[in-house]
C-alpha cells in the first residue's frame, strides 16, 4: 500500500533509495529546505509499507502575467517502485495545485535530452516539447523545457513550440 503525503525534513534522511538513480538529479540540504519552506504544498512524498521512500516530487510556483506556472523541480521514483503509476499521481497532484490554489497558467519541467524513457512518459502525460536548452546540465547535456497548459490558458499559447533553442542564462525564471 502506497501513501501519499508531504515531503518533510526527516524524509531527507530516508530517500536515497530513491536518488540513486543516474538520471535523478540530487541536490544540497539547503535546496530541499528552501522548497519544503516556501512551497509546502508541492512537496509531496510517496511512501510504502514500514515508511519506505518509494518516490517524491518537488515544485514550485513562479512567473509572472501568462507566464505564472507550476514548476516540477524534481520527480523521481526508485527503480524497485517505477511501472506501479506513482510519477504520474505525484504529477496530476501537482498540476492540481498549479491550477486549483496558484490558478497558473501552464506546468514546466526540464529534462535531460538523452531520457527518452521519461520524454516519453511526460507525452503520455501530456507534455510537449516547447523548447530546448543548449548546456542545461552538468556535463553539458542539452535538456527540453516540457510544458502542459492548463484550463486558464484558453487560448493554449503556453505551449506553442519554440524553434530555436536557448541558453540556461537566457531562462526567465530560476
Known amino acids: 500500500m502506497t501513501t501519499l503525503r508531504r515531503f518533510t525534513c526527516n524524509d531527507l534522511f530516508n530517500y536515497n533509495n530513491v536518488n540513486l538513480d543516474i538520471l535523478t538529479e540530487t541536490y544540497n ?6 522548497y519544503l ?4 504544498e508541492y512537496c509531496l512524498m510517496a511512501e510504502g509499507p514500514g515508511k519506505q521512500a518509494m518516490g517524491y516530487i518537488l515544485g514550485k510556483a513562479e512567473g509572472e ?8 523541480t524534481a520527480v523521481t521514483v526508485g527503480p524497485d ?3 506501479q503509476s506513482l ?9 492540481e495545485i498549479s491550477e486549483k490554489v496558484h490558478d497558473c497558467y501552464f506546468v514546466d519541467l526540464f529534462v535531460r535530452k538523452s531520457n527518452s524513457v521519461a520524454i516519453n512518459m511526460y507525452r503520455k502525460f501530456g507534455y510537449i516539447v516547447y523548447r530546448t536548452v543548449t548546456g542545461y546540465y ?3 547535456e542539452d535538456a527540453y523545457d516540457m510544458r502542459k497548459a492548463l484550463p ?3 487560448g493554449r499559447k503556453s505551449v506553442v513550440p519554440l524553434k530555436k533553442a536557448i541558453r540556461p542564462e537566457d531562462l526567465e525564471w530560476e
Request: charged letters at 25%.
Open 152 to 154: 486558464r490558458d484558453v
Open 37 to 40: 519552506a516556501k512551497w509546502p
Open 138 to 140: 552538468s556535463g553539458d
Open 81 to 83: 517502485f517505477r511501472r
Open 29 to 34: 540540504l539547503p535546496f530541499y529546505l528552501t
Open 87 to 95: 510519477a504520474q499521481k505525484l504529477m496530476a497532484i501537482l498540476e
Open 65 to 72: 502575467g501568462e507566464l505564472w506556472h507550476g514548476h516540477v
